[in-house]
């Protein structure tokens, strides 16, 4: 019989003979490549282990036991504090092991029975070293925050898919998906949870000991969602006012993003403060809410606002279409013509509108759609045209990357709902094996 920890130790001998023989510095870029590849595998397949072992400890160290219990044997008051004192890590992230690992166990019945674990699909995936006790605990918070309101079959779905989503993405683009996931699961808690998110709004304005004003606010995603429109304008602006004064020659060393948001804000403040003149209109400063025609006019579904997170109710769409400077697009609409072949250069909002209804954001890292401008795949002076399927969202960092880089675009399919792909170059993928783009990594895919 195989160990169960084979895996792990198979891992960790590709990563040995993987190793360059001398210093890392100086390592073949394939090479290196590989060994961080190996050295995540390795790094999930540890924290396979770790859930299981951390789940035991807490097993024998369950209160009830009193004196008996494992960790106070060991001298530690709870399992938790002997795990993060063994394992050098904090309380919390030894708790989130426990988690993890009493989520992903069989469950041991009073009849002596074994049950199939509460989230079979996670435990496996973290078993396979697929997923790591990060993305894991995420996902199992979200589907118990739904156990009570949601059907066990659709959870056990959504589980399966999560799980699947999960593998390659970050924890940030993780929780952008589970945000997509609880709105679709759940769409009628949306409402509470807009009423609670209202009711914590708010902006505290102290100043510290060194004379510095300190702001610290939380805000909605409807009222927030301005705020986050207007300033991503403004500093995506600056930046290309610094990138285009660094080709020049002239150009300073570029400010760091926090220092511009706040340069943003400041600008805001003191034109409503002393000038009487209107700013000119912002590309991208317009707030958008994106709603399909059907579940507008059934009152059932969910919409979601440009540059937000956070999916809203039906009933927050209608309102924040009453209000000024939000549009609302209503997909199922075909009023304006999208497509213009050779008779204009420039891709017109219309056609911008379409184009981030089909992309979502930037194709390549799913930056929000202020921040991007719409490029033609094919160049204009190479004789592009200025149609849908001859244009795609990217921020600048990713527009430089894939054209500088050998990276391709590819778009199946008709209008807004054709797929997008990025194709690798071969120094990259020999295969060059198609990738979906941004929107359909970061979305939660669930049946129809």
């Known amino acids: 019989m195989n160990s169960p920890l084979a ?18 510095e100086g390592c073949d870029p394939g090479r290196l490549v590989e060994v961080n590849r190996l050295l995540g595998q390795a790094r999930r397949l540890l924290d396979a282990a770790a859930v299981q072992v951390a789940a035991e400890v807490a097993r024998q160290s369950r209160p ?58 996670v435990g496996a995936a973290v078993t396979a070293g697929r997923l790591g006790r990060d993305a894991a605990a995420m996902i199992i918070r979200l589907l118990d ?22 593998v390659g993405v970050d924890v940030g683009i993780l929780q952008k998906i589970l945000l997509r996931a609880e709105a679709h699961l759940d769409p009628d808690g949306l409402e509470p949870k807009e009423e609670e998110q209202r009711a914590k709004t708010g902006l505290s304005i102290r100043q510290d000991g060194t004379g510095m004003i300190i702001l610290n606010g939380a805000f909605d995603p409807v009222r ?71 579940d507008l006019q059934a009152g059932t579904g969910v919409g979601v606002i440009d540059g937000v997170d956070q999916p809203v109710s039906i009933a927050t769409v209608r309102q924040m279409a009453a209000s000024g400077g939000v549009i609302p697009c209503v ?3 075909d009023s304006e013509i999208l497509d213009w072949g050779r008779d204009k250069r420039f891709f017109t909002p219309a056609q911008k509108r379409a184009i981030t209804e089909r992309d979502g954001g930037c194709i390549g890292c799913g930056a929000p759609p202020g921040r991007c401008k719409v490029h033609h795949l094919t160049w204009w002076s190479h004789g592009g045209r200025t149609d849908l399927d001859n244009g795609a969202l ?48 970061h979305d939660y895919h669930h049946a129809a």
């Open 145 to 166: 925050s739904l156990s009570d309101r949601v059907p066990f079959d659709a959870l056990d779905d959504a589980e399966r898919l999560l799980t699947e989503q999960a």
């Open 224 to 294: 927030g969602a301005p705020i986050v429109s207007v300033i991503d304008a403004m500093v995506t602006a600056e930046l290309g006012r610094q990138r285009d004064a660094g080709t020049k020659g002239n150009g300073l060393p570029p400010k760091p993003i926090p220092v511009l948001n706040a340069e943003a804000l400041i600008a805001i403040c003191e034109h409503y403060a002393g000038c009487s003149k209107k700013h000119e209109s912002l590309p991208g400063a317009t707030v958008i809410v994106r709603v399909d025609l059907a």
């Open 64 to 121: 009830e036991l009193g004196a008996d219990s494992l960790a106070k044997r060991q001298g530690h008051r709870t399992a938790a504090v002997m795990l993060a004192t063994t394992l050098g890590t904090t309380i919390a992230e030894a708790a989130k092991l426990v988690e993890v690992g009493d989520a992903t166990a069989p469950r041991l019945l009073l009849t002596g029975e074994q049950a199939p674990a509460r989230h079979p699909h």
């Open 394 to 441: 990217l921020c600048e960092s990713c527009h430089h990357l894939i054209h500088d880089h050998g990276w391709d675009i590819r778009i199946d399919g008709p209008g807004i709902n054709s797929d997008v792909w990025l194709i690798p170059p071969r120094h990259v993928d020999p295969a060059r094996t198609p990738r979906p783009a941004a929107r359909r990594r």
């Open 7 to 24: 895996p792990l130790i198979d891992a960790v001998t590709a990563l040995n003979q993987a190793w360059p023989g001398g210093p890392v």
């Open 331 to 333: 997909l199922g609409a």
